[in-house]
């Protein structure tokens, strides 16, 4: 079993939807999530960071973590095409503060 | 002016040959990253550099070799190419990820064998 695991799509929505996204993890002791979004033929930029369990919100995106069932989730509102890209999941622990283990990502398509 | 860039973008090359692929950042970061992600997307973490010093180094074949002349800088070179080499190859750079801090990529160096 991966430590991280991340259904990779495609997932294909109108303009307009509710996009959810999830990450499953095996390992308690992470504490760092993050989300990275990734335009084709680019490299992946930070996107949402959230520290233990909780929800943060920035405009249109929502991260949540539910560390009791090891299930992190991106939300994304009033989908836009330009949201179109691979969503990553991404995470570690203090003791291993410089290892991020990853997703395998998402392919969203937001089609107009 | 880009924080981390890499070059050459683009890289296509016989089996058996060597090649470099060269990296710098002027964030003023302290740590950078080599990582590969393949074909499926996902990425996988090869190297890490904390003012040159070497601080992960996963499970690579030793025909992959980093430097890092100073902090800004983080090269790869790869002996003896296999099929299996061919990926994208990305640097990265930050300041510490103690407290989940942030990854700042380049734009990738596509590698080809054929």
């Known amino acids: 079993q991966k430590e991280v695991e991340q259904d990779p799509g495609p997932l294909s929505v109108p303009e307009g939807a509710i996009v959810s996204l999830n990450c499953t993890y095996s390992?308690?002791?992470?504490?760092?999530f993050m989300w990275y979004r990734q335009y084709s033929r680019k490299g992946p930029e930070l996107l949402m960071y959230?520290?233990s369990s909780g929800n943060k919100e920035d405009g249109r995106f929502t991260a949540q973590v539910d560390k009791s069932s090891k299930y992190i989730s991106l939300f994304i509102r009033d989908s836009q095409p330009s949201d179109s890209a691979t969503y990553l999941c991404?995470?570690?622990?203090?003791?291993?503060?410089?290892?991020?283990?990853w997703g395998l990502g998402t392919s969203l398509a937001v089609n107009p | 002016d880009t924080a981390v860039s890499q070059t050459p973008k683009y890289l296509v090359t016989q089996m058996g040959n060597d090649k470099s692929i060269k990296c710098e950042q002027n964030?003023?970061?302290?740590?950078m990253y080599w990582y590969k992600q393949d074909s499926k997307k996902f990425l996988k973490i090869m190297f890490s550099?904390?003012?040159?010093?070497?601080?992960i180094n996963e499970t690579v074949p030793n025909r992959f070799s980093p430097k890092s002349p100073d902090k800004a800088h983080l090269n790869l070179h790869i002996n003896s190419l296999e099929l299996g080499d061919s990926a994208v190859y990305f640097c990265?750079?930050?300041?510490?990820?103690?407290?989940?801090?942030?990854?700042?990529f380049g734009e990738g160096s596509r590698l080809t064998v054929l």
């Open positions: 550099y904390n003012n040159k010093e070497l601080i």
């Open positions: 991404a995470m570690n622990n203090a003791g291993n503060n410089r290892k991020l283990i």
């Open positions: 964030l003023g970061h302290d740590t």
């Open positions: 959230t520290y």
């Open positions: 390992n308690s002791a992470f504490q760092y």
């Open positions: 990265a750079s930050s300041q510490d990820l103690g407290v989940g801090g942030e990854l700042f």
